[in-house]
């Protein structure tokens, strides 16, 4: 619990979508908001342990019609929306060759998701899910990902169908679709191991 000037209406969190209201006793509690950091009930949330560094680099930022989470599909159609995909330099010439592609996987950094919980509920009706169970955006690493289908590679963009994220969503990466890609490498003998 946050106590503040009894004067506020409400605080913002910085960095989150969470909202802080008045109650009667000078102390502010969270107002629930479908969908974006409150805690349903059932769901459970722990305490993660700090981040350690990745190495991720961000290589490019998605650019798509949804700015708000209460807007953003759930789950991306092939037949929907066309996105962009920008992708920075000195990556832009990694590009070459994808166009012979009809899908692409599109691994996106959800960097406005918790990261807290372990336990969900999404239909908010007390049943819960474990996350790992779930294509739920929050997760200990936010990291999400779409069978986009190709439509255009432009310079440094690409315009694709399919994507469920926000504009400006950072990528982490882009690959042909794997139903779609035969490896160009020479063969490896893990290559033909099957159950034995």
């Known amino acids: 619990m946050i106590r503040f000037d009894k004067l506020l209406a409400h605080v913002e969190i910085p960095g989150s979508f969470a909202v802080l209201t008045p109650r009667n006793d000078g102390m502010f509690q ?58 920075f330099e000195p990556w832009v010439i990694a590009l070459t060759g994808i166009e012979k592609f009809s899908t692409v996987e599109v691994l996106y950094w959800l960097d406005q998701s918790r990261r807290d919980l372990v336990l969900q509920s999404p239909a908010s009706n007390s049943e819960v899910h474990g996350t790992f169970s779930l294509r739920s955006p929050v997760r200990p690493n936010p990291i999400g990902t779409s069978i986009a289908r190709l439509v255009r590679v432009e310079g440094n963009m690409v315009t694709v169908q399919g994507l469920d994220c926000l504009d400006g969503t950072p990528l982490i990466d882009l690959k042909p679709d794997r139903c779609l890609f035969t490896p160009i490498a020479p063969k490896q003998p893990g290559d033909d191991e099957t159950i034995s």
Do not use: K, Y
Request: charged content about 30%.
């Open 30 to 87: 969270e107002s629930a908001m479908v969908r974006r950091n409150e805690i349903r009930e059932g769901e459970i949330a722990v305490t993660p342990p700090p981040p350690t560094d990745a190495g991720l680099t961000f290589i490019g930022r998605i650019h798509t019609p949804w700015t708000d989470r209460m807007m953003t599909p759930r789950q991306g159609r092939q037949d929907g929306p066309e996105c962009r995909i920008e992708i």
